[in-house]
């Protein structure tokens, strides 16, 4: 740790002196980035890899690469040996062996830079880092390369160009803010959601390229640095004010407008679901918040835009508040926003109606029955059961007290609108701009208000 503190001191002066005053070193794209493809419990003990034009080996340190040797092979396997990581040809013949990384890339360059990694096709080089009796296996590549396939992921490529350009800049933006994510995993990113969706070239098009070489090095800054942008899928008429999410309050992070989004008609736009109440009993144990059997999920306060800002789950042994974002990802099995309401389910309730309708033969009144009284022969009595049953000798009916039987609770029905956490650009509503004609400069100042759109170097 000393030895990292004296190097950012180091790289501090150094930067104070290299940029002059009113110079955004903030800004600095990185060249490649390192996206983490399998990891942790997802690491594997081989890998096969193949690529046209052969291979260069060699090593990488972070993001640079320095050959050991050149390959005309066309397929190669790494595997994990007792005494490390060892490389061999289709026919098994050893290549290299007791290594503790190997960096691997393609003999190509540019766009065709491209190898397989278990039959996925990637561009750029793979990583391989002995990882117990496994590797990690991460993908270096370059930026905006990577960008091809994250923006083809998070969007359909067939989208509209104004809305991909957009979406190219939010992921350029999210990679940079967020390089050191996984830094204790040894790269930049996650090929998953949790980072941003990426798959290699598999869902690249034609149309993927444009919107973000057209956009290269551009980024969306506020004050002076970079902006951290979000984004999700839809987000209903209004996007959330990010305090009302995460809890802090960010300037460019604030609820607009969102109404270029066609909600019902886009996949969970409109969603709803149903959890027993043993489901909702046993999901609050697994996450650790035990309350006994669950009896009642009750939303205590909405935010402006219909949002649960806090929900309480009781239970047979207590209760327990959640607040923000806790409300959609408690139960995120059936809640896909964090717009909903939230109703319990009863069976075995008798669906009869509560009002007794009277007439005097003129006009019909309708009356509910605990505000009837009998009229007898000894005299006038309140109603005093719960259900009164009214007769003209051919047919009867009976009606209850109570507002209704409700039954015995089994469960709750949670109905919703939009789909991720409605932070930043709705991806649909960014579709829905587009296509009425707003630029994607237009659209990115208006989800991300305040914020300017600049060149990076
Ligand atoms: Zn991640």
């Avoid at 296996?137 to 160009?161: C, I, P, Q, T």
Wanted: charged share 20%; with cysteine; hydrophobic share 35%.
């Amino acid at each position: 740790m000393q030895k990292r503190i004296g190097l950012c001191l180091l790289l501090c002066v150094l930067l104070l002196t290299v940029y002059p005053l009113g110079v955004h070193a903030d800004y600095t794209l990185p060249q490649f980035v390192r996206i983490g493809l399998m990891y942790g419990n997802g690491a594997p003990k081989s890998v096969v890899l193949e690529s046209v034009n052969g291979f260069q080996i060699g090593k990488y340190d972070g993001r640079e690469f320095s050959l050991n040797q050149e390959t005309d092979k066309k397929k190669l396997t790494v595997s994990m040996a007792e005494d490390g990581i060892s490389i061999a040809d289709a026919t098994g013949v050893m290549l290299a062996s007791a290594l503790k990384s190997v960096g691997i890339k393609p003999n190509a360059s540019g766009k065709e830079q491209k190898l397989k990694i278990d039959g996925v096709e990637y561009r750029g080089g793979v990583d391989c880092t002995a990882d117990g009796d496994r590797m990690t296996v991460v993908n270096v590549v370059f930026l905006d390369h990577y960008l091809y396939g994250v923006v083809s992921r998070e969007m359909s490529a067939s989208w509209h160009k104004n809305a991909l350009k957009a979406q190219a800049v939010c992921a350029r933006n999210y990679v940079t803010v967020h390089l050191d994510k996984h830094a204790s995993d040894g790269f930049d990113l996650c090929s998953g959601v949790h980072c941003q969706a990426y798959s290699g070239t598999r869902v690249e098009t034609e149309q993927s390229f444009a919107p973000v070489d057209e956009t290269t090095r551009q980024v969306l800054t506020y004050g002076g640095k970079l902006a951290e942008l979000y984004y999700s899928s839809s987000m209903g008429e209004r996007t959330e004010d990010v305090k009302h999410v995460w809890g802090n309050s960010v300037p460019y992070l604030i609820s607009v407008d969102n109404s270029y989004e066609d909600t019902a008609s886009v996949t969970n736009g409109i969603w709803s679901g149903t959890l027993t109440c043993e489901e909702a009993t046993t999901i609050m144990r697994n996450k650790g918040y035990d309350v006994g059997d669950v009896k009642k999920i009750e939303v205590l306060e909405y935010t402006e835009n219909g949002r649960v800002l806090k929900m309480e789950v009781t239970g047979s042994k207590g209760s327990k508040v959640f607040q923000r974002e806790g409300c959609r990802t408690l139960f995120n099995t059936v809640t896909k926003s964090q717009a909903f309401t939230v109703k319990p389910i009863y069976e075995g309730g008798q669906k009869i109606p509560s009002d007794v309708q009277i007439t005097d033969g003129t006009k019909t009144g309708s009356f509910p029955v605990s505000s009837l009284v009998i009229l007898s022969a000894t005299g006038r009595s309140n109603v005093t059961t719960a259900l009164i049953t009214v007769s003209d000798g051919v047919t009867q009916t009976t009606y209850s007290k109570k507002k209704a039987d409700e039954g015995t609770l089994t469960g709750f029905r949670f109905d919703g609108t939009g789909w991720g956490h409605s932070v930043g650009m709705s991806q649909y509503g960014a579709k829905g701009m587009a296509e009425a004609g707003f630029d994607y400069v237009e659209i990115l100042l208006h989800y991300f208000p305040g914020t300017n759109l600049e060149n990076a170097y």
